[in-house]
């Protein structure tokens, strides 16, 4: 099924050949995961996005048009996922950015994903992807439109294999991230470890949400450098992001894990947001 699509929040799927979106990636996304007409975690999205804008030096849109479209795109259809892409518009030949190019907004709304129960409540397969996260600090933690090393990564793998999400290691060997998700591990009751986002990956909306709500609820968080090896120690391994919510890692590297409390317990932070 074709999603919905709004273009600077006028429903069209027509779009320039000359947007620097295409040619450079130079811009910015956010996935959402709309539930009961509500967008969750909103203002975690456009606080990101605005970060985002920040570092690339793209004017960010008001937040109150950037609102005002996505809950339009929202509406009539729940659950769903919205796509909101930002491009620094229209530009010329060469990578030097125009003064005179003006932001382009792309809405997409598409159906909700039907994930297997048994995801959530047994947990996932995970295999190491052989791609490595190159090293950036200036683009590290947001969500720009290069995605190559993702889309390398997944390919790496058929559905028909039994894995459900591959981990992204960086050119260092420190564990980052999933292709698609955020990472948290476990060695204890009351510890929660995320890998250290400062020089790689993306730092996600229910990442933000997980730490928020297990600092509130007394458990220790720590987002620290580790690799694989030292990830394999600990007691339970759980991955997230906005549209997934959390699901348990029952396997990697030929190794088992179990559903632990920890990971129950960022479910329900999960759920409740």
Known sequence: MNPACWIDGVPDTALSAQDRGLHYGDG???TMAVKEGRIVLLDFHLQRLAEGCARLGLPMPAPALLRTELRTAAAGEAPAVLKLVLTRGSGGRGYRPSAAAEPRRITLRYPWPEY??????????????????SI???????KHLNRLEQVLARAEWSDTEGYQEGLML?????????????????????????PDLSRAGVAGVMRRHILEQAAQSGITTREISFNLGELLRVREIF??????????????????????SMTRRAQQWAEAC
């Open 28 to 30: 910015l996304f956010e």
């Open 116 to 133: 297997p129960d048994a995801w959530t409540r047994d947990g996932v397969r995970l295999t190491v992807c052989d791609m490595r996260l």
């Open 136 to 142: 950036q600090p200036r683009l590290a933690g947001i």
């Open 170 to 194: 960086d050119t260092e060997g420190r564990v980052i991230e999933g292709t698609m998700s955020n990472v948290f591990a476990s060695p204890g009751e009351g510890v929660l470890l995320t």
């Open 239 to 260: 991955l997230c992001n906005s549209v997934l919510g959390v699901w348990p890692v029952a396997e990697l590297a030929g190794k088992s894990f179990p559903v632990g």
